[in-house]
């Protein structure tokens, strides 16, 4: 499905375009939930981890003078 991400301050958030994309994700009582959201934010998480430790290394530099 496709996905709008919008970072506001502190907050990431990815909103789904697709209308149906809850019911895709959650299931219904005629379908199973495939999960896709938590599936992936969790292959994504070593990334964001490395991304979220580059970006707090360049600010602690930058409160550091470096």
Do not use: C
Request: glycine fraction near 14%; charge should be negative.
């Amino acid at each position: 499905g496709s996905g709008v991400e919008r970072v506001v301050g502190d907050k990431l958030s990815v909103e789904f375009t697709a209308s149906y994309a809850k019911f895709v994700n959650d299931g219904t009582r005629y379908m199973e939930g495939r999960h896709f959201m938590e599936l992936g934010l969790t292959d994504a998480m070593p990334e964001i981890d490395r991304e979220m430790k580059q970006w707090g290394e360049m600010v602690l530099g930058k409160v550091a003078g470096r």
